[in-house]
């Protein structure tokens, strides 16, 4: 019986999706003639499409003003609303097909530095060992709803209190400083002291790590250092590697630089800080190729 209310529902108040992409595009460009253009119809038929939304709906989703359109209150509330559904649509349906296309695949959110210099050049081993399992990797930075934008998998930076998640604990985090060869030769930089009076790079995100090295490299308590300010790793390890100062970044970011002596660590002193890395999986989801990216990641560290 309940499902046969539902389908009557559907029937009458559900507009089919070409009505939907209609009122959507109409809404964005606010314009019927350029919906129009955008959907390749006729602009009599996107006219159509929005009489029958209306119809359907039982209220009015635009009122003309001169020879423009303007969405009313309703409408816009409305369109703001389905253009995220929409959009989850479409996503939804390109993973179908991948998935179709190439067995299981993984939608990972990751932050972005640490998926360009850590996780990228080790997917092809992943790929190796498990042919049948493709990944698609997006960039986020701050903590998401998995189950609202269909991630499989996030890698998050901070502390284990990700809401309706399950974490799995990859790595704390170890902060080292380093400098091109040449920057420790022109600053004469042999110890950490000799670093109070050498340029310094600062993360805006971490303004005190430099005095939290310093203090745990035996240096003592200093005052504010002054220096270059940055707001990603990419941009202190960039500038490290011009020789533009010192940089204080974690030691995985840099293995690569440092096998091959483009920069250099200074001091063996290794800053662990409060936060750590953890892998994030939707709380309730059984997902075996999600394990197993998250099982071959954890064996990688």
């Known amino acids: 019986m309940l499902s046969t209310m539902v389908d009557r529902f559907a029937r009458r108040f559900l507009p089919s999706f070409s009505v939907l992409r209609s009122f959507a595009s109409a809404a964005r460009h606010q314009s019927f003639t350029l919906a129009a253009e955008e959907l390749n119809l006729t602009q009599s038929a996107v006219s159509r499409h929005i009489r029958d939304m209306e119809s359907a709906l039982g209220f009015s989703l635009f009122r003309r003003v001169g020879r423009r359109v303007v969405l009313t209150p309703a409408g816009k509330n409305l369109a703001d609303a389905l253009e995220d559904d929409l959009h989850r649509i479409t996503q939804t349906l390109h993973r179908a097909i991948a998935a179709g296309m190439a067995g299981a695949t993984l939608n990972v959110a990751s932050l972005p530095t640490f998926a360009s ?16 399992i493709g990944i698609n990797l997006m960039a986020r930075i701050n903590p998401f709803d998995l189950a609202h934008e269909r991630f499989d998998v996030a890698i998050h930076f901070g502390r284990d209190n990700w809401p309706d998640a399950r974490l799995t604990k990859l790595c704390d985090e170890a902060m080292i400083a380093a400098a091109s060869p040449g920057f420790v030769e022109k600053h004469g930089v042999k110890a950490p002291e000799n670093l109070l009076d050498a340029p310094l790079l600062h993360l805006q995100s971490r303004p005190g790590a ?48 440092l096998r091959s002596g483009v920069l250099v660590q200074i001091g063996d002193t290794s800053l662990a800080t409060q ?21 071959w990641i954890v064996a990688q560290v």
């Open 117 to 132: 210099r850590w996780l990228i050049p080790r997917l092809p081993e992943f790929e190796k060992a498990h042919p049948g």
């Open 210 to 257: 430099w005095a939290d090295w310093m203090r745990e490299a035996g240096v003592g308590d200093v005052p504010a250092l002054p220096g270059k300010q940055f707001d990603q790793f990419t941009m202190v390890i960039a500038g490290a590697t011009a020789g533009l100062g010192a940089g204080l970044v974690p030691a995985y970011l840099i293995e690569e630089e």
């Open 275 to 295: 936060n750590a890395y953890f892998l994030v999986q939707p709380l309730g989801v059984e997902n075996p190729s999600a394990d197993a990216f998250v099982a």
